[in-house]
């Protein structure tokens, strides 16, 4: 059964830093372009960060660009998310996901913040910024 599954969420001070990683079981993640997605309380979900599978290409949203960086690790099959500089308003569940289709497609805004361009989503990991 494929899935993925966050970690690294955490509470941490306003400057701070953390790493999500997004494991994956069941498939071979190298294959798939991957995108990062948060949902802060009574938001919609956005788009954060991608990267493509074929060209390594990353797209990162102007509100994250600079601080926080997405790459992979196949021999781990699994993909992280380097967050630095964190702020009160990256408060948020932080979910990965991936298309139904292995990959080919560059990370453009368009498919980097569309959800409904990704089949297979984890269950999320909190991230907490607060003093």
């Known amino acids: 059964q494929a899935q993925l599954v966050e970690s690294g969420g955490g509470l941490v001070q306003p400057g701070g830093s953390l790493r999500l990683s997004c494991a994956a079981a069941?498939?071979?993640?190298?294959?798939?372009?991957v995108a990062w997605f948060r949902q802060a309380p009574g938001k919609e979900r956005e788009g954060v960060s991608c990267?493509?599978?074929?060209?390594?290409?990353?797209y990162h949203s102007d509100f994250v660009k600079g601080r926080f960086t997405i790459s992979g690790d196949a021999a781990k099959n699994t993909v992280y998310l380097e967050m630095s500089d964190l702020r009160p308003d990256d408060t948020a569940v932080y979910f990965c996901a991936t298309p139904p289709a292995v990959g080919g497609r560059e990370c453009t805004p368009d498919f980097a913040r569309d959800p409904d361009a990704y089949t297979l989503w984890g269950r999320g990991t909190q991230v907490t910024i607060s003093s």
């Open positions: 990267m493509s599978s074929t060209s390594g290409h990353t």
């Open positions: 069941g498939f071979t993640l190298d294959y798939y372009d």
